[in-house]
């Protein structure tokens, strides 16, 4: 049985679902937050009598894309968006369209997996399972669904796997002595702190302990690092050189002028055009990354360490870089 509670003029619901406890703000009626908590007790009921409340595919669509824009981070939306794009116009193509959420089969969802994987890599493939599989979770826990039918589809087994690409040391060098200083000292932190792109757009000054020798990857008001965790990376001497003799002069450590922030394309297209230059093919910005969780690997540093230092949730994403050889410097 759930329960009605006012906080200032706001009245709230509560109710339990499948063992867990959801609250929400309903406004400045004790009746209409009433009426609420009745619908969504009459729903609980149905689902546990193993009736589903009906819902229509597309109006759970446009549900859906609002809880994402509220709680992810923008690139992630838009990864979920394309990716629910690329399923509704499988759906559209299908003889009978599911109008409720209970008519999307197992079979439906198969033959998506094989119609995309004619078209894209098994990893997309499995990005676009796994985006499809959290909106249907998600209509389970509103009572729209009994039961998922993603967890009877397999995911495509990634046999094809490759070692990602790292630079050496020699190819650092020459990268670096082909740019101006300014863009060398911002290409050399990537590499020698394992930093994504992001991370460092968004470094600030107060990020920065000179004394203890520490960088803070750290939450900002509107952007948070994947995962939302806050860490802290070690310098070695190379970052600690740059940082300690760069002019404070915008809270930004580095900036390209515009609006006082790093721009992706700053250095993407320079670094692209300087590699062809050079013969030194496949890199990009996140290339940068790889090599220093590769160089630390061959420099003996375990993998928890480095996971730490990158900033990996799963021991078994740092894993891919356990096999390299030290003869490859």
């Known amino acids: 049985m759930g329960t009605i509670f006012k906080r200032s003029?706001?009245?709230?619901?509560?109710?339990?679902?499948?063992?867990?406890?959801?609250?929400?703000?309903?406004?400045?009626?004790?009746?209409?937050?009433?009426?609420?908590?009745?619908?969504?007790?009459?729903?609980?009921?149905?689902?546990?009598?193993?009736?589903?409340?009906?819902?229509?595919?597309?109006?759970?669509?446009d549900k859906f894309i609002q809880y994402i824009e509220a709680h992810l981070k923008p690139s992630t939306v838009l990864r979920y968006k394309e990716a629910l794009a690329w399923f509704f116009a499988f759906l559209d193509r299908l003889p009978r369209f599911p109008i409720h959420l209970t008519d999307i089969t197992t079979e439906m969802l198969e033959e998506f997996k094989v119609e995309r994987l004619k078209k894209v890599k098994r990893k997309t493939v499995n990005n676009d399972l796994s985006t499809i599989r959290r909106f249907l979770n998600l209509a389970i826990s509103r009572g729209y669904l009994i039961q998922n039918p993603m967890d009877r589809v397999e995911f495509l087994h990634l046999s094809d796997r490759k070692l990602p690409r790292f630079l050496t040391k020699n190819e650092l060098s020459q990268i670096y002595e082909n740019m101006t200083t300014e863009d060398a000292d911002i290409l050399r932190i990537l590499p020698n702190t394992g930093m994504r792109w992001g991370e460092l757009r968004h470094l600030e000054w107060r990020d920065i302990n000179i004394e203890g020798r520490l960088l803070r990857i750290s939450p900002k008001k509107d952007w948070s690092p994947k995962g939302g965790v806050e860490r802290k990376i070690p310098m070695n001497d190379v970052v600690f050189s740059i940082l300690a003799g760069r002019e404070r002069t915008n809270g930004y450590v580095f900036t390209t002028g515009r609006d006082n922030m790093l721009h992706r394309d700053h250095l993407r297209e320079k670094l692209q055009k300087i590699c062809g230059r050079l013969g030194i093919w496949n890199v990009n910005l996140h290339t940068l990354r790889h090599t220093c969780a590769s160089h630390l690997v061959m420099a003996g540093v375990d993998l928890p360490t480095i996971a730490e230092i990158l900033g990996h949730t799963d021991i078994k994403t740092t894993m891919i870089y356990s096999h390299l050889a030290g003869d490859q410097y």
């Open 9 to 61: 003029d706001t009245w709230y619901i509560s109710y339990q679902l499948n063992g867990k406890r959801y609250r929400k703000a309903i406004g400045k009626s004790k009746e209409i937050a009433s009426l609420a908590l009745k619908d969504i007790e009459v729903r609980i009921a149905k689902q546990r009598a193993g009736f589903p409340v009906q819902c229509k595919t597309v109006v759970w669509r």
